[in-house]
């Protein structure tokens, strides 16, 4: 679904508009300054039309000062969302961090509808005009607490909303969740699929509630159901002479697009080919959830076993943040660790750390690890947040340009702290002067 966040300055009515436009009566909540409150996203509709609404959050006092990290958070918001909500208090007028939220968000070119709050009677309408000013075209004068003119600030919300999102993390969708089992031909993949699938039985008939490409095949396995996508690639064995490869790469593409999360499958009686680095790098890239899976471990002995573990540490030493599970598709040994590894990989892909707890984090570890520095300078991280999960993403902002060893070392004490197992994960910088 589209996204619509929803920014502002503290107390011009954000979370009354935000219960307003989700025909809640909750207790209203505002912003503190100082305080941290987390951004939220909700499910919402208009007319027949499904969007996401995000609530911005996090406020963060530090020496920066209030009007920045509005700014700020009202950036992230624009990043994550397709338009954006702008709400102003029209008794108060626009203020120096409404400004600074106007300079954000034109930087940003998403669209923005302006909304001026707290207009409660056609008297104060004559102050939300006054809003014209900020230069985001007309001001939608209305009263979130109520409901004044928030019928015509929505319909002016869902024509600029695009109808697919382009923004955020994969929206989850309910029903089962979706694996991509990749590898190159031979490996294994329709033997695996056959064993899964041939103890339990597979499910002929859709799950009511379900869309599915009719391609698709549920399976169930510990107890639950899975969709793996694109079985037919996996079963039908498509020989091609040329761009056999091309197709192929066309095939795992679209199978990632559906999935959630990816099985790599490897063989451990041949080396990494080209092919599987190829593979790899594309469920790495992809930003899925993944799982790494060795098959045909029945025709190892002891001995090439530990040399084969060694080996495999180094080869993929990239991806050592990615489960791996040893098994045999042809005997069945270890193929019940399949879905526990499936599991954790969904968990951390689908994780979100709470600011306070990030910022927490954060500090303590700059505390104790600082910057090194370099030429008289000592970059500083200022405040971070996670900005979307599936997969998660982070945004710092810090007083200079991190060194990229300085980021590593942050990305793994990430990973540690709060169990990224089996997902990627993405740190952007934003450099504040
Ligand atoms: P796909 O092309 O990836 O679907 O691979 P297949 O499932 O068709 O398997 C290719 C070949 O490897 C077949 O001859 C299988 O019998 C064999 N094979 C698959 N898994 C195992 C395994 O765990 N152990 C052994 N020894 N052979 C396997």
Same mark, same amino acid.
């Given at each position: 679904?589209?996204?619509?966040?929803?920014?502002?300055?503290?107390?011009?009515?954000?979370?009354?508009?935000?219960?307003?436009?989700?025909?809640?009566?909750?207790?209203?909540?505002?912003?503190?300054?100082?305080?941290?409150?987390?951004?939220?996203?909700?499910?919402?509709?208009?007319?027949?039309?499904?969007?996401?609404?995000?609530?911005?959050?996090?406020?963060?006092?530090?020496?920066?000062?209030?009007?920045?990290?509005? %700014?700020?958070?009202?950036?992230?918001? *624009? &990043? =994550?969302? @397709? #338009?954006?909500?702008? +709400?102003?208090?029209?008794?108060?007028?626009?203020?120096?961090?409404?400004?600074?939220?106007?300079?954000?968000?034109?930087?940003?070119?998403?669209?923005?509808?302006?909304?001026?709050?707290?207009?409660?009677?056609?008297?104060?309408?004559?102050?939300?005009?006054?809003?014209?000013?900020?230069?985001?075209?007309?001001?939608?004068?209305?009263? %979130?607490?109520?409901?004044?003119?928030? *019928? &015509? =600030?929505? @319909? #002016?919300?869902?024509? +600029?909303?695009?109808?697919?999102?382009?923004?955020?993390?994969?929206?989850?969708?309910?029903?089962?969740?979706?694996?991509?089992?990749?590898?190159?031909?031979?490996?294994?993949?329709?033997?695996?699929?056959?064993?899964?699938?041939?103890?339990?039985?597979?499910?002929?008939?859709?799950?009511?509630?379900?869309?599915?490409?009719?391609?698709?095949?549920?399976?169930?396995?510990?107890?639950?159901?899975?969709?793996?996508?694109?079985?037919?690639?996996?079963?039908?064995?498509?020989?091609?002479?040329?761009?056999?490869?091309?197709?192929?790469?066309?095939?795992?593409?679209?199978?990632?697009?559906?999935?959630?999360?990816?099985?790599?499958?490897?063989?451990?009686?041949?080396?990494?080919?080209?092919?599987?680095?190829?593979?790899?790098?594309?469920?790495?890239?992809?930003?899925?959830?993944?799982?790494?899976?060795?098959?045909?471990?029945?025709?190892?002995?002891?001995?090439?076993?530990?040399?084969?573990?060694?080996?495999?540490?180094?080869?993929?030493?990239?991806?050592?943040?990615?489960?791996?599970?040893?098994?045999?598709?042809?005997?069945?040994?270890?193929?019940?660790?399949?879905?526990?590894?499936?599991?954790?990989?969904?968990?951390?892909?689908?994780?979100?750390?709470?600011?306070?707890?990030?910022?927490?984090?954060?500090?303590?570890?700059?505390?104790?690890?600082?910057?090194?520095?370099?030429?008289?300078?000592?970059?500083?991280?200022?405040?971070?947040?996670?900005?979307?999960?599936?997969?998660?993403?982070?945004?710092?902002?810090?007083?200079?340009?991190?060194?990229?060893?300085?980021?590593?070392?942050?990305?793994?004490?990430?990973?540690?702290?709060?169990?990224?197992?089996?997902?990627?994960?993405?740190?952007?910088?934003?450099?504040?002067?």
């Amino acid at each position: 679904d589209p996204v619509l966040a929803i920014v502002g300055r503290p107390n011009v009515g954000k979370s009354t508009l935000v219960n307003r436009i989700l025909g809640r009566r909750e207790a209203v909540v505002e912003d503190t300054p100082g305080v941290t409150r987390d951004r939220v996203s909700y499910p919402a509709t208009w007319n027949g039309r499904n969007f996401t609404l995000v609530d911005t959050g996090g406020w963060v006092h530090d020496a920066k000062g209030i009007h920045a990290r509005v %700014a700020d958070q009202a950036g992230i918001a *624009a &990043d =994550m969302a @397709d #338009a954006v909500l702008f +709400v102003v208090d029209s008794n108060v007028g626009a203020t120096a961090t409404d400004e600074a939220v106007v300079r954000m968000l034109r930087r940003k070119k998403k669209p923005v509808i302006l909304v001026a709050n707290k207009v409660d009677d056609m008297v104060q309408e004559a102050d939300a005009s006054a809003l014209w000013s900020l230069g985001f075209g007309q001001p939608y004068p209305v009263s %979130a607490l109520h409901g004044r003119g928030t *019928a &015509d =600030m929505l @319909d #002016a919300a869902m024509e +600029v909303l695009p109808e697919y999102s382009a923004h955020g993390g994969l929206a989850r969708t309910g029903g089962p969740r979706r694996v991509a089992l990749l590898g190159r031909p031979n490996v294994g993949k329709s033997s695996l699929l056959n064993k899964l699938a041939g103890s339990e039985r597979v499910v002929v008939d859709p799950l009511a509630g379900t869309t599915r490409d009719p391609v698709d095949e549920i399976i169930e396995l510990g107890g639950r159901t899975w969709l793996f996508v694109d079985p037919a690639g996996i079963r039908r064995r498509v020989h091609m002479q040329q761009g056999a490869d091309f197709y192929a790469s066309l095939r795992t593409q679209s199978a990632l697009d559906k999935a959630e999360v990816a099985v790599v499958l490897l063989a451990v009686d041949e080396v990494l080919s080209e092919q599987d680095v190829r593979i790899l790098q594309m469920a790495i890239d992809s930003g899925r959830a993944l799982v790494l899976a060795f098959n045909k471990w029945d025709l190892l002995d002891e001995d090439r076993r530990r040399y084969l573990e060694r080996e495999i540490e180094q080869d993929l030493a990239h991806v050592d943040w990615a489960p791996r599970v040893n098994l045999s598709a042809r005997t069945g040994w270890h193929k019940d660790r399949l879905v526990p590894a499936l599991d954790k990989a969904l968990e951390s892909w689908d994780k979100r750390i709470p600011t306070g707890r990030l910022n927490a984090f954060l500090g303590e570890l700059v505390a104790a690890h600082p910057h090194p520095v370099r030429g008289g300078k000592q970059p500083r991280i200022l405040f971070g947040t996670q900005a979307s999960s599936r997969p998660p993403k982070f945004v710092l902002f810090t007083s200079g340009f991190l060194d990229p060893g300085y980021r590593r070392f942050i990305t793994r004490r990430l990973r540690e702290t709060f169990g990224f197992e089996g997902t990627p994960i993405e740190i952007s910088m934003r450099v504040r002067e």
